[in-house]
């Protein structure tokens, strides 16, 4: 956290600069800014959902977490309920006098606002092809038959995404109606994260065995039961994936703000 506090120290050009700070990785940061640059105007923003406090006390360094964050002038969150878990974690575990009807935190001589912004997408262009034409292509490179039906899954491999409870529901849906085996396919596209860890890469195997355990149940030579491509795809692909989908799948198990389904419904064109 110094590392990054000394780097935007390093680089402001003014005694009081705009610094953004950026997820849960640099909750120490907002402070450390303050103290070095106090005309600096600070604002962070947590992606993650913010627990409640019973739950943040079992961290050890909550205190320290709480007070890096409130040297931010606004700590913004994705939804109404993460700031009142955030202000009650600081009511708790923080002297402090906060004002509840204006979500803010005077502590230290310092004030700070706490508000939800839900992160949104940017729009995507009109697509001028027709989702039909881009259906047929999609399905001849994916190698499934035409007419196939066909959910997507768009997520990062990361156990939060809830894949193996989402294969599960598919080998549900293939066990207790048959008559869609051959019919419909799971097209799973998992973006490697954090591979170097041995958490992820435990996952990402159980990932691979669940796929191939389900697809040799209940998928036949043309039309797997779950199609996993563990890759990187670019911005139009996932698009042209998105436009061929019957359905889309969101999954996490507690996440911050999926955007997926955002992305789903402004690629489609055609009233799903």
């Known amino acids: 956290s110094q590392r ?5 120290v390093k680089s402001a050009r003014r005694a009081d600069p705009l610094v953004l700070v950026q997820d ?7 402070q450390m800014i303050r103290d070095r640059l106090p005309q600096a105007t600070v604002v962070t923003f947590w992606h993650i959902p913010w627990p409640m406090s019973e739950t943040f006390g079992i961290c050890p360094w909550r205190e320290q977490i709480l007070e890096g964050l409130l040297g931010s002038h606004i700590v913004g969150l994705q939804t109404r ?22 979500s803010t935190v005077h502590r230290g001589g310092q004030l700070t606002r706490v508000a939800p912004y839900p992160i949104s997408i940017a729009w995507p262009p009109a697509n001028e092809e027709p ?29 939060i995404k809830g894949l193996i409870e989402r294969f599960a529901a598919v080998e549900h849906l293939l066990r207790s109606q048959p008559q869609w085996r051959g019919r ?12 170097d860890l041995p958490e992820y890469q435990a996952f990402h195997d159980r990932v691979l065995d669940e796929a191939r355990r389900i697809n040799d149940a209940y998928g036949t030579e ?13 911005a139009q692909t996932v698009r042209d994936l998105y436009r061929s989908a019957d359905v889309a799948m969101v999954t996490s198990l507690h996440d911050g703000m999926n955007l997926v389904a955002k992305e789903y419904v402004a690629a489609r064109d055609d009233d799903l």
């Open 131 to 159: 989702i039909e034409a881009t259906r047929a292509r999609i399905h001849q490179w994916l190698g499934l038959p035409p007419g196939h039906r066909m959910a997507i899954g768009i997520d990062r491999l990361d156990y």
């Open 81 to 102: 309920a993460h700031c009142r878990n955030f202000i009650d974690a600081v009511d708790t575990f923080l002297e402090s006098r906060i004002e509840h009807e204006d």
């Open 24 to 30: 849960y990785h640099m909750p120490l940061v907002p």
């Open 4 to 8: 990054f506090a000394d780097a935007v």
């Open 184 to 195: 419909f396919t799971l097209v799973q596209v998992a973006s490697p994260s954090r591979s």
């Open 222 to 234: 043309r039309a797997p039961a779950i199609l996993l491509r563990v890759e990187h795809h670019g």
